[in-house]
């Protein structure tokens, strides 16, 4: 039974029948739309990426770890600064089980609402599930992501297995979802407008279709102001054979870990992204914010395995958004702003290197504007097209501290401020690649940096604290 709990009292909830608008969908064949055939939305031709193990409050690992086909293995530690926090329900409290009709207590719920999923795996159908008011909170009950399982079945015709389209403020908390033939989690705008402050927290990602995370506009609304953290993301042998099947962006590889277009002032942090790689065509990045988005943080995810690590910017600006402001001195760009800053990014699987793309780059910028680049660590065991890179004239970037295996390119007329940033650094310096853990082997192995990356970034991925003299990369090595 789908209950509606208001403190004490528990009253029965009559679920009408999901409405169009209530569904969050709008005009048109699919409303907000997926990858493959999106009215008025701002599509997707060249995004994102991520996939990764636990990073978030919960153990995880419910449905595997890096590397096999999902059906076991450890999770890689990301940051845990900043999670561990049980999302708390309002005082409007709906308690829905896996027996009940999940798409009609979401389109219905009233605003402000929490929505309580009681543990099993929840059966998603070709519609997707859509929510149906702003301020909509939806959680496991137990609090635990491995608890409840909301499984696609690669069977949606848009969208994503969640959707969030013209509702703000809302938060998706402690829940699996898996095998979305688009998205995961679709973030966008809506008839009614904007999908503003959306927070994503202690989720399990797993096995998308194409992007994991998709955010982006619709009917003229932009989707800002929003957050993706402790969560983690993952592309599993057997999802990434299933995404091989399917052409999309003349791409045999379009998945991602989290690909966002038009997207202003979102924080990504805290997460775990793996494995988005692919035997032939080049991947998505695990995190990508481009076509006019502006001022995202990037902080403190570890990403392993991935083709493409960071990703600011593609090409050379088209028809993305533009700001009334006019950032970056009125320039046109791809991406406006930005920090990334104290992430950790590892190349280690031999498949991913064998594969005809390889690893293709820890951290890409490309027509970005402006961007800090602060304290990260890019190592790989083996070479990548670049550990970093600059592209195109409209980009300029301030690097500085930063740690890596391999090259820094400025290419086609970059500009680029480089600050005590270490290349060609040994394997040896780290403490356990091939488990994925770039932290310094010991403080003797430290290369000191400028001491303005202690002022620009205080304390390191763990939390540490960076001393006058801080040690480049993500890692503060403590004695």
């Known amino acids: 039974m789908t209950r509606l709990t208001r403190f004490a009292g528990i009253l029965t909830l009559s679920l009408a029948g999901c409405v169009l608008a209530a569904c969050g969908k709008g005009e048109g064949s699919d ?3 997926g990858s493959g055939g999106q009215v008025n939305g701002d599509g997707g031709s060249t995004a994102s990426g991520g996939a990764a193990p636990s990073g978030g409050s919960s153990s995880g690992g419910s449905l595997g770890g890096e590397g096999g086909d999902g059906s076991g293995g450890s ?10 926090e049980t999302i708390e329900p309002s005082a409007v409290q709906i308690e ?15 605003a402000g609402a929490t929505v309580l999923l009681a543990d099993g795996t929840y059966d998603v159908g070709a519609e997707g599930l859509w929510i149906g008011a702003d301020g909509v909170l939806v959680r496991a009950e137990s609090g635990e992501r491995s608890s409840v399982i909301l499984d696609g079945g690669y069977r949606q015709t848009s969208g994503g297995v969640l959707n969030v389209a013209g509702r703000s403020d809302v938060t998706l908390a402690h829940l699996t979802i898996t095998r979305g033939r688009y998205h995961l989690v679709h973030v966008t705008g809506g008839p009614e407008g904007p999908s503003a402050r959306a927070r994503l927290y202690d989720l399990e990602l797993v096995d998308p279709g194409e992007q994991a995370v998709k955010i982006n506009s619709n009917y003229d609304f932009d989707s800002d102001d929003g957050e993706v953290a402790c969560s983690r993301f993952l592309l599993t042998d057997e999802g990434r054979s299933v995404v091989m099947q399917n052409e999309a962006a003349g ?15 979102w924080t990504v942090r805290d997460n775990v992204i793996e494995g988005f790689w692919c035997d032939g065509d080049l991947s998505e990045h695990g995190i990508h914010f481009w076509r006019g988005s502006r001022d995202t943080t990037i902080q ?17 600006p088209g028809d993305g958004r533009t700001y009334d402001d006019a950032p970056c001195g009125g320039q046109a760009a791809e991406h406006f702003g930005g920090t990334i800053e104290n992430n950790i990014i590892v190349g280690k699987r031999p498949e991913l290197f064998a594969s005809p793309s390889g690893m293709d780059l820890g951290v890409g910028l490309e027509a970005a504007c402006e961007v800090l680049v602060v304290h990260n660590t890019v190592a790989s065991t083996e070479a990548p097209f670049s550990s970093m890179e600059w592209r195109w004239p409209e980009t300029s970037v301030r690097a500085v501290n930063n740690l890596v295996t391999h090259e820094l390119r400025t290419r086609d007329g970059a500009s680029a401020e480089l600050v005590s940033n270490v290349t060609n650094a040994p394997l040896s310096t780290f403490r356990d690649l091939e488990a994925a853990d770039a932290h310094l082997a010991s403080a003797s192995v430290a290369s000191p ?12 991925f763990d939390g ?7 040690h480049v990369g993500a890692d503060q090595a403590v004695p």
């Open 31 to 33: 409303g907000a739309g």
């Open 75 to 84: 999770a890689p530690e990301g940051s845990s600064l900043e999670c561990g």
């Open 96 to 110: 829905v089980g896996p027996e009940d009709d999940l798409a009609e207590a979401l389109a219905n719920a009233p």
């Open 251 to 265: 791409s045999f590889c379009y998945t991602g870990g989290i690909d966002a277009h038009r997207a202003q002032s």
């Open 300 to 316: 403190r995810n570890l990403l392993i395995d991935n083709a493409r690590g960071i990703g600011l910017g593609l090409g050379q």
């Open 449 to 460: 940096g400028a001491a303005e990356g202690a002022e620009l970034s205080p304390t390191d």
């Open 464 to 470: 540490d604290a960076r001393t006058a003299t801080p």
